[in-house]
């Protein structure tokens, strides 16, 4: 459940029990739930609370139940940033004069381009929520041409069902490569995340699903207790913000991921920023959609350009742990690695919009030498999986 409905539960869930009382405590789903294998904590900064991996495994089949209340009929929409602004094709090349320290995984090889698919989205859990009120906007970069060396730790689990012979070709159409080994890199549009681990988060999840009467009047200071007056600020940060453009829009990984592999590896963060950010129009707040069409009227006349930059970890004070907490960039600076072209194209089809649903982003479609770090993205292992599959599988049998 995304930070955004979970918030917003919160608040709500008082008004659920005066009519008769919520009950999500994912009870019926969690059997199903195997954690196993959860990702050890052994990258650099690493440490693990002993009930992390119940709590996440409690996570999961809460936002499994969440999801069945939603969408009891039909197509299950991701349970967070599932309004799409739309999929780009892109280009995604390594820059000649990255720092030797940096050429490791994907950025091994100066010069070197990948295909990628780039899928914008809006934070809140409602799909048709309009596009003018205030959101976490996502970036989720997907790049393929992998080479044979180069083997993600988990796959892209659409691999099945590609390439799909019922999605009409479109050219220029990476859709089809849908099942190739991916690395994937998810960003949203705020450098720092609100829970620290999955135990903050849980207690956050968990209180909303009780059916105590005495639940209703406690549950504002559980939320306190499971994110902290900084993760709380964070939240509201994280939710209220208001763009024109995606492609004009700074990006940030939020959480580590480790750089290397054995001894030598380090705990680093990501940000993509645009390389240009022209003065446009101003958007018409009438239009729920604008941000898939300001995409579409700049991709039909001009590409957009992105850098992709690292910032190392400099410091042992910098937690790897606590997403809630910055590194200052006048600590920690980041190092522009790559260059990310989105060229001139006509994303918004009905063929490439159903194939943009059907992708699975994860943080765990990674090369070893850029394995998520920390608490949020052990948890985020377990959760993605399960609910991505979840969909898919309520998808299949309802065919
Ligand atoms: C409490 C921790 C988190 C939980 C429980 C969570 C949960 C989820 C779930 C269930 C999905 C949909 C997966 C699917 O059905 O395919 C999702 C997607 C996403 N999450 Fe998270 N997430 C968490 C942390 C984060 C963080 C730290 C980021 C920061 C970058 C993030 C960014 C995104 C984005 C951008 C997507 C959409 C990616 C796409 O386009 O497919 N999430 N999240």
Redesign the pocket.
Known sequence: ???TSTIRLTLLATVCMALGGCSETGDAYIANIDPNPYPPADGPGEAMDPDEIQSARR?AAI?EAHLTNMYPNGQIR????PK?TGCVDATFTVNNDIPAALRVGIFAEPGRSYRAVI?F?N?NEDPTRPDRDPDGR???IKLFDLQPNQVPMTADPLAALSPRADMPFVAPDNMTLAGSPSQDF???SHPV?A?AD?VG?RKLVGNTDSTSPLAAIVRPFVALEGLGISGIKNAMAITSLKIDNPLYQRY????PYRLGTGPSAIATKFSVLPVVTPAEAAPDPADPEFLRHAMVRTLAKQEAKFVFAIQPRTETTLPVED?RVDWPESVAPFHNVATITVPTQNFNTAPRNTACEL?????WHALPEHRPLGA??R??KV??ET??GF?RAKEAAAK
């Open positions: 459940m995304s930070i996570i936002i991701r349970d967070a940033h799409s899928r989205s934070s996502g970036m989720a998810i960003m949203i995340f829970a999955a988060y940030w990984s939020m959480v997403p992708l699975s982003y994860s943080p949020v993205n948890m985020r959760i993605y609910i991505s969909r």
